[in-house]
C-alpha cells in the first residue's frame, strides 16, 4: 500500500453559508492530513461561494470550483472528474465530520484491502441541536461488496448515503451521480458496493447527518421529484434479478418500501393535491399489487407495514387509515 495516499474529499455548496464554515473547519481538522478537498460551489447566491475562496486563501489543500446550478449530483461529478486521489470522500456542506473519520477509515480500507469502508453516523436535529446515534453497524466486520448491498437494501444498519463511506477511486470508473433526480444515492451507491470485492463495516458514528428544516430531504411539497425514489427502485430490482439474483429478496423489499412510503405520501396528501397526482398514485397502486405474494411472506416487514400494504393495493387505506394509525 501507498504510505500516506491522497484522499479527495468533494464538498457539494449552495446557499449554506450560515452551516459551511462549521463543515469546512471539521475536514481541515482531521487527523489524516494527506487531503484535497474540493469544494464546489454550485451557483450559489448567498455568500457560499465568496466563503469558499476565502478558506482557499488559507490552506493549500482546498481548491474551489465555481460552476453554474445544476444540482447535488451535478455538483458531486464535477468534483469527481477533477479529483485526484486514490480515495475518495464525500461530505454535504450542512453536515459535519469527526476529527478521526478518514484516518480510522483507510486504517480498516489498508488493513483489510478493501475497497469501500461504510461508517456509522450521527443524527442531529437541526431546530433542537440534539445528537443521537443513527444508522450504525453492529460491529465492525469485512465482507462482500454483495451482502453490503443487500443490507443497504434493507437499511440493515447502513444505507445508500453517500457521505459515510470511504471509496477506492477505481469504483467510480464509469459510474457517476445522476443529473435532475433526487435521491441520487439511491441507485449509485449499490452499484459502487457490488464492485467492491472487500467492504468493511466501522461500527463507530464519524459522521454528523444535520436534518435543517427546509433541506432537499425534509420538504413536503409533493412534485415530480417525489416519484424519483420508487422510479430508482423499480430500476434497481431488475438489475438485481438479473445480475445478482442472491440478493433479490433484499431488492424486492427496497422496491416495496418506496412504493410504500410513495402511496403513503400521497395519501396524506391535500384533497387537491391528491386529485393532481390520482394517475400518479393508481400506477403504484398498480406496481405495489405485483408484490402481493412477497408482501405475505416478507421477513423484513413488521405487521403493521405488510397490513398496510395490503389496504393499500385494496385501495382500503384512506378509508380504514383511522382504525389502526393514530395520526
Not at 36 to 47: K, P, V, W
Not at 66 to 87: E, F, I, M, T
Request: charge should be neutral; aromatic fraction near 8%.
Amino acid at each position: 500500500m501507498e504510505q500516506n495516499p491522497l484522499i479527495s474529499v468533494i464538498v457539494p455548496v449552495y446557499n449554506v453559508a450560515a452551516w459551511l464554515p462549521r463543515c469546512v473547519d471539521s475536514v481541515l481538522t482531521q487527523t489524516y492530513q494527506n487531503l484535497e478537498i474540493l469544494l464546489i460551489d454550485d451557483g450559489s447566491t448567498d455568500a457560499s461561494g465568496e466563503i469558499c475562496d476565502a478558506y482557499a486563501e488559507k490552506d493549500p489543500r482546498i481548491r474551489v470550483i465555481h460552476k453554474k446550478n445544476g444540482g447535488l449530483s451535478s455538483a458531486r461529478n464535477a468534483g469527481l472528474d477533477v479529483s485526484n486521489g486514490q480515495y475518495l470522500g464525500f461530505v454535504d456542506s450542512d453536515d459535519w465530520i469527526e476529527p478521526e473519520m478518514y484516518a480510522q477509515m483507510l486504517a480498516l480500507m489498508e488493513r483489510n484491502e478493501a475497497q469501500l469502508v461504510c461508517a456509522g453516523r450521527y443524527d442531529v436535529d437541526g431546530d433542537t441541536g440534539r445528537k443521537t446515534i443513527g444508522l450504525c453497524p453492529k460491529r465492525q466486520e469485512c465482507i462482500t461488496g454483495e451482502e453490503l448491498a443487500g443490507r443497504i437494501f434493507l437499511w440493515d444498519h447502513c444505507d445508500s448515503s453517500a457521505c459515510d463511506k470511504l471509496y477506492r477511486r477505481e469504483l467510480f470508473d464509469g459510474i457517476r451521480y445522476p443529473e435532475g433526480k433526487t435521491c441520487e444515492d439511491v441507485p449509485v451507491t449499490y452499484r459502487l458496493a457490488l464492485k467492491a470485492h472487500r467492504a468493511v463495516l466501522c461500527d463507530k458514528p464519524l459522521y454528523n447527518y444535520f436534518h435543517r428544516s427546509g433541506s432537499i430531504s425534509k420538504g413536503a411539497k409533493i412534485s415530480g421529484k417525489t416519484f424519483h425514489y420508487s422510479q430508482h427502485t423499480a430500476g434497481i430490482l431488475e438489475d438485481i434479478r438479473k445480475n445478482h439474483p442472491a440478493i433479490a429478496p433484499q431488492a424486492e423489499f427496497l422496491r416495496v418500501h418506496s412504493l410504500y412510503h410513495l402511496l403513503l405520501r400521497l395519501d396524506h396528501a391535500p384533497t387537491e393535491m391528491r386529485k393532481t397526482y390520482r394517475k400518479e398514485y393508481r400506477d403504484a397502486r398498480r406496481a405495489l399489487s405485483k408484490h402481493w405474494r412477497f408482501i405475505l411472506t416478507c421477513p423484513w416487514l413488521t405487521k403493521q407495514q405488510r397490513v398496510t400494504d395490503l389496504l393499500l393495493i385494496v385501495n382500503l387505506y384512506h378509508v380504514l387509515r383511522p382504525l389502526f394509525h393514530k395520526d
